[in-house]
């Protein structure tokens, strides 16, 4: 059973910076594209962004490009999610998500393994 947990969450004034970790139990024995999402109050949960297996292929949904930049470090069994430029609509628990294929999606349905969250909070 692969295990996923999330770290790096807190408080942050708008503008500031965090950066999410989400360590697996398995990345170099699996293949697993690795998906981040959020959920805040009153909202679905929604895709964040997402990298392929060897981490060569990156998606972010519209409002996070240039400000977040996901990256994996396989050896270590941890994808990253550094996050700029924060803004109070950003606020939410992150989640990250892993399916046991190549290439990831932004669908929740696509992710058969999940974390049990970090809480972000931008507020000034």
């Known amino acids: 059973q692969l295990q996923l947990v999330e770290s790096g969450g807190g408080l942050v004034q708008p503008g500031g910076s965090l950066r999410l970790s989400c360590e697996a139990s398995t990345f170099t024995v699996d293949n697993y594209a690795v998906g981040w999402f959020r959920q805040a109050p009153g909202k679905e949960r929604e895709g964040v962004s997402c990298?392929?297996?060897?981490?060569?292929?990156?998606n972010y949904a519209d409002s996070m490009k240039g400000r977040f930049t996901i990256s994996r470090d396989n050896a270590k069994n941890t994808v990253y999610l550094p996050m700029n430029s924060l803004k109070p609509e950003d606020s939410g628990v992150y989640y990250c998500?892993?399916?046991?294929?190549?290439?990831?999606?932004?669908?929740?349905?696509?992710?058969?393994?999940w974390g049990q969250g970090t809480q972000v909070t931008v507020s000034s």
């Open positions: 998500a892993a399916t046991n294929s190549d290439y990831g999606t932004l669908l929740l349905g696509t992710y058969f393994y």
């Open positions: 990298i392929s297996h060897r981490g060569g292929s990156t």
